[in-house]
């Protein structure tokens, strides 16, 4: 049996709500649209769907400071930010907003963190697309991220008595929160290929964390071709040697051609390949969202993506009730001449195939070498 047909997927009404108010990159109701392509394409049976609720003070204390946690609560309750608060917690800030509703949707999506893990427990893969709040730290917030459901994920692992676990971050950013979380655990290997001089701009290509940590900063515009170079001489060998009991991936759509908020000129199908590469080297997965600004390219990647993890034939052309979901989105981010007509039609992106670069099979030296 594949582990594709095991597949589930998480969610929350919680995750449809309006959040982060307008004038903010993430404005925009991702979840509630990958949800609704999904409906609309039948991929989404009941028995396939889990809704979480969610995760109480309790459970977020054990990775983030109580002190924090009860200021963000107070915060969203009160609707306002103390000035000392802002500026001890990161929050009430234009990049991490206070909003109706914040609180109960960031214990959430740790929630389904936690659940996925769970679910995964005797083998399997779990499609979380509203976690991926990577850059998020034990004290403060950081990155549009509030909590950090991936190492509630990895933590929810470990305390199955899993000893080796591989957390690989393909975002346009660095996966610094998760990567500083497990910096001195032995059990957690860390990849991250993300866009080199880019916030939050660590992660640099001999940065090895506390030695079991992978950085891939890789140029600008940079290919299909040249991300399957990396992922097959590098980080997918590596993978192979370690033999994870479970494999954490956030999946950020940022790292698309089309986003406003990086440079980088993937097609959807380099991401999903390396997921579905990723997924076949473990028993048990779990495969977040995270970043993702444009959102007809965030849309279409996450619900091509659970069609691919729950064995779906991705059609050529989407049926019309399809594309009318597609047709309605608007973004101050993206220029209406830049919304490229496939997005409109198709779930598949026109491969970007191209050179390698010098500089990205140095790139592999210099991460490799000596390892
Ligand atoms: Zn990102």
């Known amino acids: 049996m594949s582990v594709l047909d095991n597949s589930k997927y998480i969610g929350s009404a919680i995750f449809k709500r309006q959040a982060f108010g307008n ?17 609309s394409l039948n991929w989404l049976p009941k028995d ?17 400071d109580a002190n924090y946690v009860e200021a963000l609560k107070v915060s969203v309750a009160a609707g306002k930010v103390s000035q000392e608060v802002r ?12 909003f109706d509703g914040l ?33 998020g730290r034990p004290d403060k917030a950081s990155g549009f991220c509030y909590f950090n459901d991936p190492v509630f994920a990895i933590l929810a692992l470990l305390d199955q008595g899993l000893t080796n676990i591989v957390y690989v971050d393909v975002d346009a950013h660095h996966g610094d929160g998760v990567q500083d979380a497990f910096a001195d655990d032995e059990r957690v290997h860390t990849f991250s290929i993300h866009e080199e001089k880019r916030w939050p701009y660590s992660g640099a290509a001999d940065d090895r964390g506390g030695g079991r940590s992978y950085n891939f900063p890789v140029p600008k515009h940079i290919n299909d071709s040249e991300y399957g170079f990396i992922l097959e001489q590098a980080i997918l060998p590596a993978i192979k040697k370690l033999k994870p009991d479970a494999i ?27 997921v579905l590469s990723l997924v076949s080297m473990s028993p048990r997965s779990i495969v977040f969202g995270g970043g993702g600004y444009n959102p007809w390219t965030t849309t279409r990647c996450w619900a091509g993506l659970w069609g691919k993890l729950s064995g779906q034939t991705l059609p ?25 007509p496939l997005w409109l039609t198709s779930l598949c992106d026109k491969p970007n195939e191209g050179n390698v670069r010098d500089e990205v099979k140095q790139l592999l030296s210099v991460v490799m070498g000596e390892r």
């Open 316 to 340: 050529d052309t989407l049926p019309e009730n399809t594309q009318k979901l597609l047709s309605v989105f608007e973004s101050d981010l993206v220029d209406e001449e830049d919304v490229n």
């Open 48 to 64: 396939k769907f889990v809704e979480v609720s969610p995760a109480t003070v309790d459970t977020i204390t054990k990775f983030h």
């Open 23 to 39: 004038n903010h990159p993430l404005a925009f109701s991702r979840h509630s649209s990958v949800l609704e392509l999904c409906h």
């Open 103 to 135: 609180f109960a949707r960031a214990a959430t999506t740790v929630a389904g963190s936690i659940k996925a893990a769970e679910l995964v427990a005797n083998g399997g893969l779990v499609f979380h697309p509203s976690g991926g709040t990577h850059h």
């Open 248 to 274: 954490v991936i956030t999946c950020g759509a940022d790292a698309l051609a089309g986003d406003p908020l990086s440079s980088m000129d993937l097609s959807n199908n380099a991401l999903w390949s390396a």
């Open 87 to 98: 500026e001890k917690y990161n929050i009430g800030t234009m990049e991490n907003p206070v």
